[in-house]
């Protein structure tokens, strides 16, 4: 069974930067290169929000218009990783954030969640003064 992990999240003030990790655990044997990646959203009482996704390989990458320009999405193959920097924080960027990863090989990827097999257990981040 594929098991995502994100890190990173946490408390940060108004104008400043954090860097969401997703990884895959040793044991789920997945090769995150090969399948799209997305990172999403979630405000309580509101629908998942895609923020960003990068396709198989460094596939193209997609941006909400939300958080185009400020954040940056990438790979670490080495690491098996995928990253989402994230600069200029506001507040209205509270939430908690999840990665998510596609099960067909080879894709590219669309920020819709329909896409997306495999979901991390998310990581909050909290923007605040």
Not at 6 to 34: M, T, Y
Not at 47 to 73: F, M, Q, W
Not at 95 to 109: G, K
Not at 118 to 125: I, L, N
């Amino acid at each position: 069974q594929v098991q995502l992990v994100e890190s990173g999240g946490g408390l940060v003030q108004p104008g400043g930067s954090l860097r969401l990790s997703c990884e895959a655990s040793e044991a789920s044997r997945f090769n995150l290169d090969h399948y799209a990646i997305g990172w999403f959203r979630h405000f309580p009482g509101k629908e998942r929000e895609g923020l960003s996704c990068i396709g198989s390989g460094n596939g193209s990458t997609y941006y909400a218009d939300s958080v185009k320009g400020r954040h940056t999405i990438s790979r670490d193959n080495a690491k098996n990783a995928v990253y989402l920097q994230m600069n200029s924080l506001k507040r209205e960027d509270t939430a908690i954030y999840y990665c998510a990863a596609d099960s067909v090989l080879f894709r590219s990827c669309e920020l819709s969640d329909w896409q997306y097999t495999y979901w991390g257990q998310g990581t909050q981040v909290t923007v605040s003064s």
